[in-house]
């Protein structure tokens, strides 16, 4: 469509060999202009690179910023050690960091679960968590509460204000 400049698929698959990514779904528009993809319903995609996937209702991916918004509900998984349920979520693959403003929950491998409120930012590379209000549950059902928390994955550390603890005994 216009001019070739529009290429839209229904059922496909598009793979980008030279940033070792797939991205499938229904239906997918490709704007030569802008060097951006949008892939509708059903949307399956995955970053060799960084072992993330992601699946979603529409994602939209901008080659040259190499930057990836999810519309919609929005599941991704990050390295096998990460599950993130969210609305409206972007990825910044050059950055390493994935974001949303919407209510976000993520659960580890150990068994914790991250409720964060009002938006997060998850910084891939340091596996460090940035929330405006977080409930965490942990793997013995403890709860913490704080706010503006800044969570280490990798240190099991967080640090926050208003902090409010309820253990299970």
Do not use: M
């Not at 009002?118 to 405006?132: P, R």
Request: no cysteine; hydrophobic share 35%.
């Amino acid at each position: 469509l216009q001019n070739g400049n529009l290429i839209t698929a229904i059922n496909g698959i598009a793979e980008i060999p030279n940033d070792n990514i797939e991205i499938q779904g229904d239906k997918s528009i490709y704007n030569k202009l802008f060097s951006e993809i949008t892939v509708i319903d059903n949307v399956k995609f995955f970053d060799g690179d960084k072992n993330i996937y992601l699946e979603g209702e529409k994602l939209i991916y901008n080659k040259l910023t190499n930057i990836f918004r999810s519309i919609g509900d929005t599941f991704i998984r990050v390295e096998d050690t990460y599950e993130i349920n969210s609305t409206d979520l972007i990825y910044d693959r050059n950055l390493l960091k994935i974001y949303s403003k919407k209510e976000t929950i993520i659960e580890d491998d150990k068994l914790n679960v991250f409720n964060l409120e009002d938006g997060f930012n998850f910084d891939i590379l340091k596996e460090i968590i940035s929330s405006q209000r977080t409930n965490i549950i942990d793997v013995d059902n403890n709860n913490y509460f704080f706010e503006k928390a800044k969570i280490n994955l990798v240190k099991n550390e967080i640090a926050g204000k208003e902090v409010k603890v309820d253990f299970i005994d």
